[in-house]
């Protein structure tokens, strides 16, 4: 089978569409999924045979309502399509009603506090915008999950609030400029995904790797990144192998998996797809990894999506390429060749610089979880705080309009927006910068800051909604101005002056600019996950967040408390991880190397003589110490652990995961790596850096 012939042969796309479907059924669907009309009863049952007719004969017998709860993956519950038949038999059927909604368990998901644990009833609704797949022998229809009272309970709710905040605002802009064509405004995202790959066998060896997915403990081997490389060299072939049979199995499902290479970190790479509408490319980013995953296995390998499953090295991230682009295919943040063009994609841009600043809070917070609190601000990932990379000549123009002074990049002259011709902004006349956490690369946004394991959900919720905001400050603005053009001009070059400070197009990972964005510019600095997520509930965030639509208020609480749970959680299973590796599995060895060495000395004492027994007496004698600090700091992590569990309060108890337990998890760290290194490698219970790193 060809590569055109396998991609998305097991999905139910526009193609099975058009083909199965009446051509007043097809209209009518297409109206829904491409302008969001409401979906008709007897359109969904047309739709419903026709996609069960296509599922059974691709070998499906069940079908389940796909969705994304505030877990982070996803969840699924199979029904079969058969029912009873007269005869005996049964037939194969499926209604419209059980393609539009389903009824799962919402007292079993996390909801914090939206549902009792006795009230079981929720909801989910199809979403007809992302087409329907195969899953071995299931059909997956997307769906968005809410509870019996309507609260969202999911991650993907929001973020189609959020899409259609940001069409509602941006059509009005459009408008502004004459544009009658264009029917909707679409955001698109393309998430490149970084990952490890490590033996299969060695990763089951690893308590820490099972229960974390990362690794708690474990000495730097001799080699680590420090030739470069690994990054972009040949792919082995063990490597090179999965990534094949990666690709096939995402193309049958229409992901468009398109960039595959090594990263920086011995072990680690990197898929990248083509862009897509931001809610099917969540979508797709999810069932990415889980077939990553799966793919894994079939390969004897183990795939690592921890956002830093190995100290010392670089983590993992996940690159949010964001854009908003029309139904008629124009990218309003690619720079034109007309000045209505110029014009119009300085005020877009203007609004995405508004909204990072006005909104950098919930930017950090939409990426912050226990895993990511590792990455961030280290040298392979942007610093917490977050700042814009527009690039020299964008730049230029901003300040020649902040200014109001002539632009000397082409040719010298001055810019009146809607008047004179803005010189053509060529795209890629400017480097990138990778420590931007928000960079400009010539038509999109590159949000550098989620991590490898998050659903890029949040992040364009936070994004999609920011921006909508400051297109509708532009729209009350401009709807009402006398004079169209001056007040454009105005506000662009205003909007420029007020945010300027958001605008950071030098070294992000320079400590003099982290001094200089939270002194001097007073930008936000939040490092770790409870400090990034309190300002979810600060006021003007609750307001903007709710104004939109996108969020109700008990929403918004309860998902600070979700999170802050998990965060809680997360760091809780690693620290008794630790204790249980500590006692169980490194002592012993400790213990037991030590005593092969004194078996050692008291041979060679036995032998008599001028014999040394230097390196025994010496290895033995700081073996033994470490493993009375090891002890003690296996007891001490334990203790700090209980004292977490008596806290009883959400915030108090990340506060103190923050300052107490996760220091106390690094100096037992330290003991036990430090052991590693003196200890003999056939007495060390489970594979080492150098075994896993290099053991592909």
């Not at 605008?503 to 002194?519: K, M, P, V």
């Not at 700091?633 to 923050?658: I, M, P, W």
């Not at 690094?666 to 850096?689: G, H, I, K």
Request: a negative charge; one cysteine or more; glycine letters at 6%.
């Amino acid at each position: 089978m060809t590569v055109p012939e396998m991609f998305g042969c097991k999905v139910f796309d526009d193609r099975q569409m058009r083909a199965r479907l009446s051509a007043k059924v097809y209209a009518s669907l297409k109206e829904t999924i491409d302008n969001g009309k409401k979906l008709d009863l007897s359109v969904a049952n047309s739709v419903a045979q026709a996609m069960c007719a296509w599922a059974v004969e691709n070998g499906a017998t069940h079908f389940t309502h796909w969705f994304q709860p505030m877990t982070g993956i996803t969840a699924e519950k199979h029904d079969g399509f058969i029912s009873p038949a007269p005869n005996g038999g049964v037939i194969m059927e499926f209604s419209g009603k059980e393609l539009i909604q389903g009824e799962p368990d919402a007292s079993s998901f996390p909801s914090g506090g939206l549902r009792a644990t006795f009230e079981a009833r929720g909801y989910t609704a199809w979403d007809p915008t992302s087409y329907a797949f195969i899953k071995e022998n299931t059909l997956c229809i997307p769906t968005a999950f809410c509870s019996y009272g309507g609260e969202a309970l999911d991650k993907k709710t929001p973020l189609l609030r959020s899409m259609e905040a940001l069409n509602t605002q941006a059509m009005r802009i459009l408008r502004l400029f004459g544009n009658k064509d264009v029917k909707r405004v679409i955001t698109s995202v393309g998430p490149e995904q970084e990952y490890f790959l490590v033996d299969r066998e060695m990763y089951l060896k690893r308590k820490d790797l099972v229960y974390t997915g990362r690794t708690l403990f474990g000495a730097m081997p001799p080699k680590g990144q420090e030739l470069d490389d690994h990054y972009f060299g040949a792919i082995k072939p063990r490597v090179q192998a999965y990534m094949e049979d990666l690709n096939e199995e995402l193309w049958k499902l229409g992901i468009l998996a398109k960039t595959e290479h090594n990263e920086v970190a011995p072990a680690q790479h990197e898929l990248a797809p083509i862009y897509t509408t931001t809610n099917v490319a969540t979508d797709h980013n999810q069932l990415t990894m889980e077939i990553m995953k799966k793919v894994a296995r079939k390969h004897g390998l183990a795939c690592l999506l921890h956002e830093k499953p190995f100290a010392g090295v670089n983590g993992s991230g996940k690159h949010n390429n964001w854009s908003m682009a029309t139904n008629t295919g124009v990218n309003l943040l690619s720079p034109g060749d007309t000045p209505y063009e110029n014009a119009q994609f300085l005020l877009f841009l203007a609004a995405v610089i508004q909204a990072v600043d006005d909104y950098q809070d919930l930017l950090r917070m939409s990426v912050a979880t226990a895993g990511n609190d590792h990455r961030l601000g280290a040298n392979e990932a942007p610093p917490a705080v977050i700042s814009m990379f527009l690039g020299d000549e964008l730049n230029a123009v901003l300040e020649a309009i902040e200014n109001d002074t002539p632009y000397a990049g082409v040719e010298k002259m001055r810019i009146r927006l809607g008047a004179d011709v803005l010189p053509r902004f060529n795209r890629d006349t400017t480097d990138r910068n990778r420590t931007s956490p928000f960079a400009f690369t010539g038509n999109k946004f590159e949000f550098r800051m989620v991590g490898s394991s998050n659903s890029i959900a949040c992040a364009n919720v936070m994004i999609n909604a920011s921006v909508a905001e400051s297109l509708r400050q532009f729209s009350d603005a401009l709807e009402s101005a006398e004079d169209f053009d001056k007040c454009l001009h105005e506000l662009i070059r205003d909007t420029v002056k007020a945010h300027r400070r958001i605008i950071f197009n030098g070294n992000g990972y320079d400590d003099a600019w982290i001094e200089e964005a939270t002194c001097e510019r007073g930008l936000l600095n939040l490092r770790t996950t409870p400090d990034a997520l309190r300002p979810l509930l600060e006021e003007k965030n609750i307001h903007m967040l709710t104004s939109h639509k996108v969020y109700t208020e008990s929403e918004l609480r309860s998902r600070y408390e979700i999170q802050l749970e998990n965060y809680v959680r997360t760091v809780r299973i690693e620290a008794l991880t630790m204790v249980d590796m500590a006692r169980k599995d490194i002592l012993p060895a400790v213990v037991g190397y030590c005593e092969k060495l004194l078996c050692s000395i008291e041979r060679k004492k036995a032998v008599g003589g001028a014999v040394s027994c230097g390196y025994e007496t010496r290895t033995a004698g700081r073996l033994s110490t470490l493993a009375d600090r090891i002890d003690e700091a296996v007891s001490v992590l334990e203790n700090t652990v209980k004292t977490l569990d008596s806290l009883g309060d959400y915030a108090a108890e990340g506060d103190y995961t923050r300052d107490e337990v996760l220091p106390k998890m690094a100096e037992l760290r330290a003991f036990c790596d430090e052991a590693e290194t003196l200890t003999s490698a056939e007495y060390w219970p489970f594979p080492t850096y150098g075994d896993l790193l290099f053991g592909v």
